[in-house]
């Protein structure tokens, strides 16, 4: 339901706010973006070049010809949108189980899941990376997959959970009269109900997947790298670096960007979804 | 839909395992992304001509995350690098661990005696190479001729601590926008305390002494961080504390800075008129003495090492001897200009009438670097190597912990005195825990 103001200044005064959250989000991005055109001297002028400068794609050209970019970017696709259907198939499951046949114990459960996200990841490297080095799989996409699939495991259940409580019970019960089994159920009844949920599940996951830097950057060297190793390559500790950083940057949060400007409809919805009944 | 589901996820996990077919011997090098590293990069063609047996594989990281990355790799033998790109830190702590390859197939002409003394006894154990210097820097001081001519400075022998405080105050002029120098402030091992450690070093101060005692307490240090804090303080840009090289680099090249002591390396950026717009205004000069010049200057380089759990020793050592030869100082120089040689690790360099002819710095950066020496760099003695750290591994915390602390000193959180007596009882700490008393 839109938000109607009953003073025309209120509802000014609302939107001028609101407007400026807005530009000082899109800010840091914004400079990114007019940065990765500037010479490094440009980059770092004082005080900083808005427009007024000499524009230039010769960022963009040493990146491309100093990296593959295409197979980092493949590689995040891979790794990103792998690891999200994965979780999915647990993830839906462990929902249903929880949502629609709680124990006491449920609530314990669900927060135990997501207490493990509050370790901090570097004190279980050495030993994940001892597996690794074992198994071989080391700068593996299936390994790192798999890292991915099991760090976003907790927040993947804690959003479907919260959409598929939303879901009367009583809609499944009478699927189950007309003799649905339990597969059946979930993927004809449950599944086509949760769509807008599963979906802004699957993009927020997608976009967690895709930012993840740090068992990405420790786990991979060159053929599993996503775009999080990319964009480390072009910080330089001595040197300018700032343009051509930018311009990895740019071309890094693209594609991730632009899946989330067409799909902000449904982002919104999942991540507001329960919040006002 | 379900089938979609299968054969998209049986895809993916497919493609989670990759085969290579590849009778070629491939190198995984870890590298640092600095100029001289990505120099080296686009010249591999060079290498694969003369060795079409062996490809490179390149890994660009951040210096941090490559630190990180390579120390889980090498301690756990997990065998992901061929050749690592370490610092002098490092190779100390990992040779004596095993965890290097000895360098001894570099072939007949690599001439190591041509590798600067004070480099090569910083990568050797009982004189036996575990990492070849790919790139070598020591500090000083670039200034502003300019600014120094105006202000009627001349500069006719090493300068101490105490002049080029005189100097700064003469230079600053914020109101214009130029500040009297420009230092590190940011707190880490490798930012402010490779400074403030030599400023400690010329003002008679040691990390520690003969029993691995801390010495913060000591006059010395006092005496040294006084004196960073009074002219960065007062004769620095706003916000120093937030300033590493890269912001420093930047402040000098847009002209906002009188002074700047810092890594060699920034001699040929602050001089090259496409990063600077003070290009032909720069002089070179020693970094400041106090109590003693020794250890008033650091010493560090980029090395190229091999990792024990590497399976192609043989092929990396053959990469090593041509990124470290004097052949691939001269293959650089026919490509991109003797000025953009990577500096500081071969004598030959130095008298190269070439070379010096097109790095006005060069005198000053062998200056610097000749005189800094890992091993006898305090006017006391000391039992640790490195002038600007301690090879030693629990040196990483300590001057992380320490760098903060004083950089509390220079925002004015803390006094001089707490941040000493923090420093002291903290490094304490960290050592009587390792065992070392």
Known sequence: MEKTFKSPLKHIAFSVFAWLVGLMIFFPIFWMVLTSFKSELDAISMPPMFFDFDWTLANYVEVQARSNYFKFAMNSVVLSVGSTLIGLVFAVTCAWAMAFSPTKRTKNALLWMLSTKMMPPVGVLVPIYLVFRDWGLLDNRFGIMMVLFLMNLPIMVWMLYTYFKEIPKDILEAARMDGATMPKEILFVLLPMAVPGIASTMLLNIILAWNEAFWTLNLTTSDAAPLTAFIASYSSPEGLFWAKLSAASTMAVAPILIIGWFSQKQLVRGLTFGAVK | ?437
């Not at chain 2, 054969?7 to 077919?21: D, I, K, M, N, Y």
């Not at chain 2, 990281?61 to 992901?80: F, M």
């Open chain 2, 1 to 437: 839909m379900k089938h979609v589901m299968g054969v998209a996820l049986c895809a993916l996990l497919a493609g989670g395992v990759s085969f290579t077919a590849n009778a070629q011997t491939k190198l995984t090098i870890a590298t640092v992304n600095n100029g001289d590293m990505i120099r080296m990069q686009k010249l591999t063609d060079d290498f694969t001509a003369k060795h079409p047996d062996i490809s490179l594989e390149w890994v660009t990281l951040e210096e941090n995350t490559l630190r990180q990355r390579v120390t889980t790799d090498i301690a756990t033998k997990g065998g992901q690098y061929d050749v690592m790109t370490i610092g002098t830190y490092e190779v100390p702590i990992w040779s004596e661990k095993g965890w290097l390859a000895p360098l001894d197939q570099l072939g007949a002409d690599y001439d190591e005696a041509d590798i600067m003394p004070a480099i090569r006894s910083a990568v050797s154990q009982d004189g036996q190479l575990y990492a070849a210097p790919f790139y070598a820097e020591s500090s000083m001081m670039m200034y502003r001729t300019d600014l120094f001519e105006a202000a009627g400075i001349t500069i006719t022998d090493r300068l101490t601590w105490d002049q080029t405080l005189d100097i700064a105050k003469k230079l600053h002029d914020p109101a214009n926008g130029v500040y009297g120098i420009c230092l590190r402030g940011k707190a880490g091992w490798g930012e402010n305390m490779a400074l403030i450690t030599t400023m400690g070093n010329a003002y008679g101060a040691r990390l520690f002494n003969e029993e691995w005692k801390p010495e913060f307490d000591g006059p010395e240090w006092k005496a040294a961080l006084s004196m960073y804090v009074d002219i960065l303080g007062n004769y620095g840009p706003p916000g120093a504390t937030s300033n590493g090289f890269n912001e420093n680099l930047s402040l000098f090249n847009s002209g906002k800075c009188g002074m700047w002591i810092d890594a060699t390396v920034a001699a040929s950026f602050v001089s090259n008129p496409a990063e600077s717009t003070v290009a032909d205004k720069v002089g070179f000069t020693e970094a400041p003495c106090a109590e003693t010049c020794t250890g008033a200057n650091w010493l560090w380089a980029w090395n190229l090492g091999i990792p024990t759990g590497s399976q192609k020793v043989e092929a990396a050592q053959k990469f090593i001897a041509w990124a470290t030869s004097k052949e691939y100082l001269e293959l650089v120089a026919s490509k991109e200009g003797w000025a953009n040689v990577p500096p500081g690790t071969r004598i030959s360099l130095y008298n190269n009438p070439k070379y010096l002819e097109a790095a006005p710095f060069a005198d000053e950066t062998l200056l610097a670097i000749d005189s800094a020496d890992p091993i006898n760099s305090t006017l006391k003695p000391k039992p640790y190597v490195g002038v600007q750290f301690a090879a030693i591994p629990e040196f990483q915390g300590i001057g992380t912990t320490v760098g903060q602390q004083f950089s509390a000193a220079l925002g004015g959180s803390s006094s001089i005195e707490d941040a000493l007596a923090s420093a002291q009882s903290s490094t304490d700490r960290t050592m009587q825990r390792a065992g070392y008393y």
